[in-house]
């Protein structure tokens, strides 16, 4: 399914719930699709089982996955309003971002390249 950086600084559970997010806009998960139980996926990716609950608890908190007990966790169905939050939230990231990606010093045509970049079908090789 995907792999977790140990190395990493950021926390585990926070890579496996980005990861998760990921997977679900991307709607590779598809809307009401069964999450891989917390002892299996623990079991793949040799991490504790707390650190995959911890990770499912935000996503059900933020709306992404959805629990029913005895079931296990299911990708929720797309709702509007959390959409509209995320985007929201999104949008002030990338502002923020872009604003200090302008103060280092960066031309605004080469954040405007590396947008578009983004945005081609095939997202190109990384000849960077």
Known sequence: MFTIDTRSR???YEQLTEKLKELIIREV???DEKLP?????AQDLTINPNTI???YRELEREGYI???PGKGSFVSPVKNEINRERLEMLKKELERIVGEILFLGVPKEEV???IDKMTEPERGSDDD
């Open 53 to 55: 609950q911890k990770a």
């Open 66 to 68: 959805y629990s029913i």
């Open 112 to 114: 405007i390249r590396i």
């Open 29 to 31: 998960m598809k809307e």
């Open 37 to 41: 139980s917390v002892r299996s996926l």
């Open 10 to 12: 950021v926390p585990i």
